[in-house]
C-alpha cells in the first residue's frame, strides 16, 4: 500500500505550471478551477489536458458547457490561482476578464490562454481528464514570467539563461 503523505509529497517535488479554467454558467458568471495537472497531448488534432477533481463544484458546468478557456497563469497572478482553488461562486471577484469571441471569459494577465471545446473525458480515478480541442490561442505582444509550482509553493519562474 502507498502511504498517501508521501505519494503527495513526491509528487509534489514535480515542479509544473499552473493554470486557471474557466467557462460562463447559465446565468452568464464566470466559473472556474485552478489546475496544476494540464498537459498537451496531440498536434493532429490539437489536443490538451487537465484534470479536475470529480469534488469541484466547476466541473459539472464545465462539462454541460462543452467549452472552456484554460489560462497559463503568470507569475504576477497567484491571487488568481487562490481565487479558483476555493469552492463556491463569485471566484473572479476583482479579476478583470473580458467576453471572447469564442465566447469564453479570458483572464487578463496571463502568460497565455488556450481556447477549447471538449472533445473526450476519461475517468482518472478522483480525477476526470478532460481533453480539450484547441480552437484558438491567444498570446500576448510580451509575455509575462510564467508561475510554477513546487512543494506546495507559487513563483514566478526566474528568467532562463
Known amino acids: 500500500m502507498i502511504d498517501a503523505t508521501v505519494y503527495k ?31 498537451s497531448l496531440s498536434m493532429e488534432p490539437p489536443l490538451v489536458l487537465f484534470c479536475p477533481n470529480y469534488s469541484s463544484d466547476s466541473y459539472p458546468v464545465l462539462i454541460k ?13 497567484q491571487a488568481h490561482a487562490y481565487a479558483f482553488a476555493k469552492k463556491g461562486k463569485d471566484k473572479a471577484n476583482g479579476i478583470e476578464w473580458t467576453l471572447s469571441e469564442l465566447g469564453n471569459p479570458i483572464l487578463a494577465g496571463a502568460t497565455a490562454v488556450i481556447e477549447c471545446e ?36 507559487m513563483a514566478s519562474l526566474p528568467a532562463l539563461a
Open 9 to 39: 509529497n513526491v509528487l509534489g517535488s514535480f515542479p509544473s505550471g499552473v493554470t486557471v479554467i474557466t467557462t460562463l454558467d447559465d446565468d452568464g458568471s464566470v466559473v472556474g478551477l485552478t489546475a496544476s495537472a494540464f498537459s
Open 65 to 77: 458547457q462543452k467549452r472552456f478557456a484554460i489560462h497559463l497563469l503568470s507569475g504576477e497572478q
Open 118 to 153: 471538449l472533445w473526450r473525458e476519461y475517468e482518472g480515478g478522483d480525477h476526470a481528464i478532460m481533453v480539450g480541442k484547441v480552437h484558438n490561442l491567444i498570446v500576448p505582444a510580451q509575455a509575462p514570467r510564467p508561475m510554477v509550482y513546487c512543494r506546495g509553493k
